[in-house]
Each structure stands twice: as structure tokens, then as C-alpha cells.
């Protein structure tokens, strides 16, 4: 039995060939849409202003720094400056002290006179000796004890006839 050639399953037969090769089933597209460009300029500005923060922190950290130092320089200036005046005052107040006048004023208080000759004392040879040898060791390797000391010293006193 041929089917005629317009039967109604022929034309489903057709049809659904016809379908299936040519038609695709309808899937439903998202619409696109043209978006702008993203800014960053808002995350690089606010990067800045934090460096740009970060900087003055760190310059007004260094000002304190070198404002904390110069007043410890003027304090110690004016210490120096002190010391100086305090120096030349001292000075001074030795001068006057050590002045021949001011001397023979005080002498003369303690009842001294001038010296009207001058005498020169000689002195032995071995007290000489003795007090050359009395002296610091030369080789420093040697130590020498207190009781040594006295001893040594007692010896160029009595040499020397207890002159000093």
C-alpha cells in the first residue's frame, strides 16, 4: 500500500524532518547591552590621597624631630655661653689673686718683708740620688707595695734632713 503522496502522515513524516533539520529550538538570547568603560580614577585617587597622607605624616614627623633637636642645640649654647662668662669671670678672679700688688699687700699683712739678698742651698749628691731614685719605677712591669713607698720615702727624708 503506497501511500498518496499528500496523506496526512506523509506530511508529518515531512514535517518533523523538515523540523528537526531545519528548524533549531528557540532559545531565548540575553540582550546585550553596551556598558561604559569601568573608572578606576576613583581607586587611583583614593590611592594617592593615602600616599599623599602617608608623605605629610611623615614630614611632619621630621619637623617635630628637628624641632625637638634645635631646642636641645639652644640648651646646650646656652650652657657653652654660660660656661664661657663663668670661664672669664674665674679668670679674672685668678688674675687679680695672683697680681704682684694684691701679693705684697697680703704679705706684708702676714707681716713678711722683702727679701733683701738671695741664697742658693747646694745640695750632696747622694740626696740627689736619693730622690731621683725615690721617684715612679722606670720599668713599670715592677709593683710596688705602701710599705716600700714609706720605707723609700722615710729613707730621702732622712738624707734630705727633713727639708721638704
Known amino acids: 500500500m ?6 496526512e502522515r506523509a506530511t508529518s513524516v515531512r514535517s518533523r524532518v523538515h523540523g528537526s533539520a531545519y528548524e533549531r ?8 547591552v553596551v556598558v561604559a568603560p569601568q573608572r578606576r580614577t576613583a581607586r587611583w585617587i583614593v590611592a594617592g590621597c ?3 597622607f602617608g608623605l605629610m605624616l611623615g614630614a611632619a614627623a621630621f619637623q617635630t624631630q628637628i624641632a625637638r633637636r634645635q631646642l636641645a642645640l639652644d640648651t646646650l649654647d646656652r650652657r657653652i655661653r654660660a660656661a664661657h662668662q663663668q ?23 702676714l707681716g713678711m718683708v722683702p727679701a733683701t739678698q738671695t741664697q742658693f742651698r747646694t745640695l750632696d749628691a747622694s740626696v740627689v740620688a736619693a730622690v731621683q731614685r725615690s721617684g715612679a719605677p722606670r720599668d713599670h712591669v715592677a709593683k710596688v707595695t705602701i710599705e716600700e713607698e714609706f720605707a723609700s720615702y722615710a729613707a730621702v727624708k732622712a738624707q734630705s734632713g727633713g727639708a721638704p
Open 2 to 7: 503506497a501511500l498518496p503522496a499528500h496523506s
Open 25 to 32: 529550538p528557540v532559545v531565548q538570547k540575553p540582550s546585550l
Open 50 to 52: 593615602v600616599v599623599v
Open 87 to 109: 670661664y672669664d669671670v674665674l679668670r679674672r678672679e685668678r688674675a687679680e689673686l695672683r697680681s704682684p700688688g694684691r701679693l705684697a699687700t697680703q704679705a706684708a699683712a
